[in-house]
């Protein structure tokens, strides 16, 4: 990771590597110590925190700022603290947090009655042709989601397709958080569109994808709170017997619920696979999603097509096996 030249104070330098470092954001918690100190406590799995320590220890070192590290366990956490200093008197506590893992027992599989089905998405395909062949060569019932502006887009559908792959398109829509100028771009949604520029940039965006069954939205945490806008994109794709998935990027997202009420097969993704910190931390959300299954009957998965994630999915195949779970296509899981 690359540190700004910009001065940054050493709590937003701590921030922006954990976000790069794929931690989600309700596990890290910015506050003050009881003298005034600024504080970052992160909660993450002992074997995540065992991959990003060399990572921080390298970006600490190349910045030049001094740190000191302390561990401390108690019954339920292992707790690794930096207290980090800068020449100019500038002080942070880091405060990393790990569960203790359970006493190991033999797991208790309870299936519902009836098959248990896992879901897996993979966004943001279309820029690389390698990732198509790898996730070709699962040999699984991998959904493919392709970017309609991507370089390879129609290619990937095309190989998707003749090996027996689902394929969706991803729309990119406008976001909260959105840079400048991203959210300008030709084919993206954005908030305020009228109703025929809408239809005209999916139409399009479906004319660069065939073989498309459904939908799902990249980014898009801004559109998909506003029914004006995704009104006439659910109407459009009830016409043409399309399924929409909520890839759920905001809390706030009112779109499934509003394709429910328009009678579109619909879902939501319940969680996020992967990481750019290791395989070890993909494997354990494809647990969590085995997990889901066994508890509502189905999940619904999104991962992109990270080198650590297709690794994880690669070496970890047998986990449905072990969980009693059927991996389907989304089309399978969406409800009617």
Request: glycine content about 8%; aromatic content about 6%.
């Amino acid at each position: 990771m690359e540190i700004s030249e910009a001065p940054v104070s050493l709590t937003q330098m701590i921030l922006q590597f954990l976000g790069e470092s794929g931690l989600p954001a309700d596990a890290i918690q910015e506050g003050e110590e009881k003298s005034g100190i600024p504080q970052v406590k992160v909660s993450l799995l002992r074997d995540v925190y065992t991959e990003l320590e060399p990572k921080l220890e390298s970006i600490l070192k190349g910045n030049g700022i001094p740190f000191q590290k302390k561990e401390k366990e108690d019954e339920a956490t292992v707790s690794f603290s930096w207290v980090l200093r800068r020449g100019d008197g500038e002080r942070l506590t880091l405060l990393f947090a790990c569960p203790r893992p359970l006493p190991k027992k033999k797991e208790e599989v309870r299936p519902l009655p009836g098959e248990n089905k896992v879901a897996i998405i993979i966004d943001d395909m279309g820029n690389s042709l390698e990732a198509i062949q790898e996730i070709c060569a699962l040999k699984e019932p991998v959904t493919i989601s392709i970017l309609p502006l991507s370089a390879y887009a129609l290619e990937t559908a095309q190989i998707a397709h003749e090996n027996g792959l689902e394929v969706m398109l991803h729309l990119p829509g406008e976001s909260l958080n959105h840079q400048d100028g991203i959210d300008e771009m030709n084919g993206f949604i954005r908030s305020g569109m009228d109703e025929n520029e809408i239809r005209r940039i999916i139409e399009e965006s479906l004319a660069k994808v065939p073989y498309v069954e459904g939908i799902n939205n990249h980014m898009g945490s801004k559109i998909t709170q506003e029914e004006p806008v995704m009104g006439p994109i659910l109407q459009l794709m009830k016409g043409k017997d399309l399924y929409f998935l909520d890839s759920r990027t905001t809390a706030d997202s009112i779109a499934y619920d509003l394709a429910r009420r328009m009678g579109l097969r619909s879902g939501y993704r319940n969680i996020f696979l992967d990481s750019p910190i290791g395989v070890n931390f993909t494997k354990q959300k494809i647990i969590d999603l085995c997990r889901f299954s066994q508890r509502t009957g189905k999940a619904i998965g999104i991962g992109h097509p990270f080198p650590e994630t297709l690794e994880a999915l690669k070496e970890n195949l047998g986990l449905f096996q072990k969980y009693r779970v059927k991996p389907v296509f989304v089309s399978q899981v969406v409800e009617k």
